[in-house]
């Protein structure tokens, strides 16, 4: 599969190189050219959605406007750094996961790189826990052991689902309440000015896009 990111005006290809605005739509193109859309507004479009019509973009209230751009120089510029695959150790599991909660194992790979760089022991200064770095009090809501490598990453396809869900599918409205709690992105009506979320936000859409380039 082939995962492309658009906005609202202009699809990956382009907005790579510009700023992004505060939704943004994934969507795998398979070889023989089918369209499945992973998360955005246009998440129940049909396969024949136009990919240049425009949508309402939601505004980043919170953001300053020199963090608005979503892709960073860096990750366009050193695409093949970012674009290891799922270790062999975890793909058939993450495999599974991505099909079980309907999200791009592109994703779910870019977000675990991200949190833990594939560190099942990876312990943050804040407590969070493995590979998806769960919070001790996050892992027993959703009921799984976050010390079990492959349990972890369940608590982390299962959380992050529920935020595209809470969020209508908007993507980084998603990423920035699994960084930062969902209660700081409804307050601030989008990603909250916070720089490590900013750049955790922007990060992962640069390895998304990195992802698509790879696969092109």
Not at 5 to 25: E, F, I, V
Request: net charge negative.
């Amino acid at each position: 599969m082939i995962l492309r990111t658009c906005t609202s005006t202009l699809a990956l290809a382009a907005s790579a190189l510009c700023a992004l605005p505060a939704q943004a739509d994934v969507l795998e193109i398979s070889p023989e050219g089918e369209v499945a859309w992973i998360a955005g507004p246009l998440v129940n479009a049909p396969a024949s959605v136009d990919m240049n019509a425009t949508t309402s973009a939601m505004p980043l209230a919170e953001v300053p406007l020199e963090a608005t751009s979503l892709v960073p120089d860096s990750a366009v510029a050193n695409a093949l750094e970012h674009s290891a695959a799922v270790p062999e150790a975890y793909a058939a599991h993450i495999a599974r996961l991505a099909e079980r909660f309907d999200l791009s194992p592109a994703l779910l790979e870019a977000v675990v790189w991200q949190e833990s760089r594939w560190r099942a022991d990876a312990v943050s200064p804040a407590g969070a826990r493995g590979l998806a770095q769960l919070m001790p009090g996050t892992a027993r809501d959703l009921g799984v052991d976050p010390d079990n490598p492959l349990a972890n990453l369940e608590g982390g396809a299962r959380y992050l689902r529920e935020q595209l869900d809470r969020f209508d599918g908007d993507l980084e409205k998603a990423l920035a309440a699994y960084n930062a709690g969902p209660g700081r992105v409804i307050r601030s009506g989008g990603i909250p000015r916070i720089r490590e979320t900013q750049v955790y936000v922007s990060s992962i859409m640069g390895r998304l896009a990195d992802h698509s380039r790879s696969s092109d």
